[in-house]
């Protein structure tokens, strides 16, 4: 059996979302032993944390890249049949940064892992998590996108979300997620109403039932550009990334014994958030601003 297929189920990290409706759950992670105070975002972060140490990073040769096409706005094949999407996108742009050949292949989810260890890729993008089980088989550059948590209200209804402005307002949010264990931690004077996913957090919003959705800003992002919404509301305030809570973010999967290309790519991708091109990517390919 491959590789990829006896770890499909664990490698599922990915929500295939339509570009229509929000199905993006939130994803359920360790709880954070400490609490500090979060902070929220106005705009794009920094993605990529500062390089250690100053010796010279080889470059390599040519990078073979594999990523998937089902899975909008990261990878999707668009109306004129090529592929693209931000995974797709960001791979261009570090052979561009690199200056060295690239190929980029389309594999199915479970596939990915299988195809650097079997040496028919150098790298995957598209959500391969970063676990200690997979560390067998790949090591994983730096985050190269935060996937934050955001408020939505009512168009009517905007403010800036901060906990004092939030207190005694009912807050939707889904159940059992990273998403509800932030609200009660850091923002405890809220009224929580507990729903069953992001979607009916959103309807609730929508509906007049909620003050107020706390929810994954990428899968709003969809729900807020499409018909779902009827243009009826919008972000409230920054976005939350605290990692603790809503992950560090997707990375690039590299062979685990690969440690030059992994250095390569983390030095390419410092280049892309210092000139902006990380934050160029966000704009061009979510439909409504994630921070």
Same mark, same amino acid.
């Given at each position: 059996m491959r590789i990829g297929d006896a770890l499909a189920t664990m490698l599922q990290l990915k929500v295939i979302l339509s570009m229509a409706a929000m199905v993006l759950g939130s994803v359920v992670l360790a709880r954070a032993a400490t609490a500090t105070e979060p902070?929220? *975002?106005? =705009?794009?972060?920094?993605? !990529?944390p500062p390089r250690a140490g100053t010796a010279p990073v080889e470059s390599p040769g040519a990078i073979r890249f594999v990523t998937t096409d089902d899975f909008p706005p990261f990878g999707f094949v668009d109306g004129a049949g090529t592929l693209t999407g931000f995974d797709v996108e960001l791979a261009r742009a570090l052979c561009r940064r690199l200056a060295v050949p690239c190929t980029i292949q389309v594999r199915p989810f479970p596939l990915l !892992?299988?195809?650097? +260890?079997?040496?028919?890729?150098?790298? $995957?993008? /598209?959500? +391969?998590? #970063?676990?200690?089980r997979l560390r067998r088989f790949a090591a994983h550059t730096a985050s190269y996108l935060r996937l934050p948590a955001r408020f939505v209200t009512r168009r009517a209804d905007v403010v800036d979300a901060r906990p004092e402005t939030l207190a005694g307002r009912a807050v939707a949010v889904a159940r059992e997620t990273r998403t509800a264990d932030f609200l009660v931690d850091f923002f405890p004077e809220t009224k929580r109403i507990e +729903?069953? #996913?992001d979607a009916a957090a959103l309807a609730a919003v929508k509906e007049g039932r909620a003050d $107020?959705?706390? +929810? /994954?800003?990428? /899968?709003?992002?969809?729900? *807020?550009a499409g018909p779902a919404s009827a243009d009826c509301c919008a972000f409230a305030g920054g976005a939350w990334t605290e990692p603790a809570y809503f992950g560090a973010g997707p990375s690039i999967a590299v062979r685990a014994d690969d440690g030059r290309l992994r250095a390569a790519l983390d030095d390419a991708l410092r280049g892309l #958030?210092?000139?902006?091109?990380? =934050?160029d990517l966000t704009l061009r390919f979510f439909p409504v601003? *994630?921070?």
């Open positions: 902070s929220s *975002l106005q =705009a794009p972060p920094r993605f !990529v !892992v299988d195809a650097l +260890v079997t040496n028919t890729a150098d790298a $995957a993008l /598209g959500g +391969v998590r #970063d676990t200690p +729903v069953e #996913d $107020a959705a706390f +929810v /994954g800003a990428l /899968g709003a992002s969809f729900w *807020l #958030d210092a000139d902006g091109t990380l =934050a601003g *994630l921070y």
